[in-house]
């Protein structure tokens, strides 16, 4: 990957990931957390500020730190780290408003030729998952590592 990134802290498993932004509104922890869910090799992207009083991910809450290309790419990264580890994984991405579910589309696009050395990328519409696209609208993001 080509841009910067945050020096990130993980649990053994890579399931929960950490990382500090840092910007003009100071230092504001982020949290990543890959969930299992019901479907065998099947995880959710969770991403969000940690909530320092619960220790939970705020994925509603607006930080706006000057850094949003930087804490992209840092999620990118735990993307290939998690799927270094787990081979077999599929990660579904959305984010908890349109607009980020946007913005995670820019941030794909970004990085797009990179991303797919390594990933097959898909984006659904209307219920269907298709080859991810330049300028699409989507609802949400699969990512499978290459064999």
Known sequence: MKFEKYQLESDRKLLLLEFT???????????????????????????????ERTGEIDDIVITNNGDSQKILATVASTVYAFTDKYKDAMIYAKGSTNVRTRLYRIGITNDLLESRK?????????????EFRKHSEYEAFLIIRKK
């Open 21 to 51: 932004s840092i910007g003009p509104k100071g230092r504001i922890k982020k949290v990543v957390q890959y969930a299992e869910t019901n479907l065998n090799n099947y995880y959710n992207l969770g991403f969000g500020d940690k909530d």
């Open 118 to 130: 390594d990933f097959h990328i898909f984006g659904l519409i209307d219920n269907q998952w298709h």
